[in-house]
């Protein structure tokens, strides 16, 4: 699946005084998991104080608040509880050098002047009004879990019967153009589909957006009586030949949708997984290490370490499996084939944040998910996709464990196509690196957009 992405939006309201020349725009860097992410803090003096927002070019996003911020001794210090976000940073008047935490993950930050004239992120596909299609913006109740969702409704022009299809977002709460790393192909999507008679409804996930907060407890079941209550709402207002297109985890919600709710039409599942997701996860750390130059040994040790992380959660029967877990991990990393020369105190910090990471409910329930459950009682109009150079759902696995489940249900009415050079935002690429999707300026291969809507087109005229 798609890496989690980490939102790095803080306001930051300064109780101290700082010298002058802290003003103006501050870019640093994060380094995770091979991905450069960067952040831009802006600082402006309001009075006595400084009021700062700090920007994710690659995530699109800008200045949420922050709840605590104090500067003491040109020592900057931020709290955000509510994202377990911390950052500590010492201000040497030219740099602020410090430490970024979340959910007991180290990142260094050090933060520098930006120069005049930073280019911005290029991306030549994404769509710029005016839009000569109708665009409303809707919302609806979800009337099982009782949430709020909102979203963007694009209609073609000129048509009165035509598919609608509702996109359905990868892990992670993301917006309704599904923005990562600066790219946002939902809304590439939905304007390719409208100039080609198609319809899309893109929605905001819990907590984004105009979207009301879920909670601490939600899976992908949850997430999966958002998508049917959207399809609900379509047919609320008239439209009758609807459809579900999911990315990533999106492309596992599309198959348990469209089992609950006959009045799904038709699936497109790109980059869905199509095999147990433990064995799925276990692909994906061995293709991106090998990927990012480890050698067999590492990837050998680090697989046989996630094999027992994920059957112990697969297999738990216990009462208290966060504090059953970190005794166990615990014990696991303090062998001497595991530990690789950490102290104590950095042992504790990394039980501490992998036990937080993976007995999350959500994570819990994704891990023990088999798509074959679903996968296998589908006989409607089935298009899955895949890129050859996907690190994170590998493409040969996937599609095959997709077509063997079809196969199951008899269904005759599903292609399953595998391209050539694409990686798992289906950007053409050339390592299929995390690292390389922002680098890239093309959002979404244009073959991919042509594949789904003359393959909808097609479908959508049977239906």
């Known amino acids: 699946m798609k890496t989690k992405s980490v939102l790095f939006l803080l306001f930051l309201c300064f109780q ?14 994060l380094s995770i998991q091979g ?16 009021q700062t927002t700090l920007d994710s070019p690659m995530q699109g996003a800008k200045g949420i608040p922050v709840k605590e911020t104090t500067f003491v001794n040109n020592e900057l210090q931020l709290s955000a509880p509510n994202l377990n976000l911390k950052y500590s940073g010492l201000f040497n008047g030219t740099a602020i050098e410090g430490t970024f935490v979340q959910n007991g993950a180290s990142f260094p930050l050090v933060l520098t002047k930006m120069k005049a004239g930073t280019k911005a992120l290029v991306r030549p596909q994404e769509p710029q009004p005016p839009f000569d299609y109708p665009i409303e913006e809707v919302t609806f109740v979800n009337p099982k879990d009782k ?6 409704l694009t209609l073609p022009k000129n048509k009165k019967s035509f598919p609608v299809v509702v996109l359905i977002t990868g892990s992670g709460a993301q917006d309704r153009n599904s923005t990562l790393f600066g790219h946002q192909p939902f ?15 893109r929605l905001d996930d819990r907590g984004v957006g105009g979207s009301s907060k879920g909670g601490p407890e939600d899976t992908s079941a949850n997430f999966a009586t958002d998508i049917s209550s959207a399809v609900d709402f379509l047919y609320s207002k008239g439209y009758k030949n609807i459809g579900i297109l999911g990315h990533s985890e999106g492309g596992l919600i599309a198959p348990m949708v469209a089992n609950h709710n006959k009045k799904v039409q038709f699936v ?39 094999e027992k992380v994920y059957a112990y959660i697969i297999n738990y029967t216990g009462n208290n499996l966060k504090a059953d877990f970190k005794d166990y991990i615990k014990q696991e990393f303090k062998k001497p084939t595991q530990n690789q020369g950490l102290t104590e105190s950095q042992i504790d910090e990394f039980v501490s944040q992998q036990t937080n990471s993976i007995t999350n409910p959500w994570y819990v329930y994704f891990l023990k998910f088999n798509p074959d459950t679903y996968w296998s009682k589908i006989k409607i109009p089935v298009l899955a996709l895949n890129g050859t150079l996907d690190v994170q759902v590998k493409s040969a696995e996937n599609l095959a464990g997709i077509q063997t489940s079809l196969q199951k249900a008899g269904n005759k009415k599903a292609t399953i196509t595998e391209l050539q050079g694409l990686n798992h935002l289906f950007q053409e690429a050339k390592t299929g690196t995390v690292a390389e999707y922002a680098t890239i300026e093309q959002t979404i291969a244009p073959k991919v957009l042509n594949t789904m809507s003359n393959w909808i087109l097609k479908w959508g005229s049977k239906n």
């Open 187 to 201: 809304a590439v999507i939905a304007h390719d589909f409208a100039q080609k008679g198609i319809g899309v409804l």
């Open 16 to 29: 101290s005084i700082f010298a002058q020349d802290i003003q103006g725009a501050w870019e640093g860097s």
């Open 147 to 152: 949430n709020t969702l909102a979203g963007t």
């Open 268 to 306: 497109i599942s790109m980059a869905g997984p199509g095999i147990p997701i433990d064995r799925m996860m276990l692909l994906q750390s061995q293709s991106i290490m090998k990927a990012e130059g480890a050698n067999a040994n590492q990837i050998a040790t680090t697989t046989a370490f996630n």
């Open 35 to 50: 991905t450069s992410l960067p952040l831009i803090f802006n600082i402006q003096k309001k009075g006595d104080s400084f």
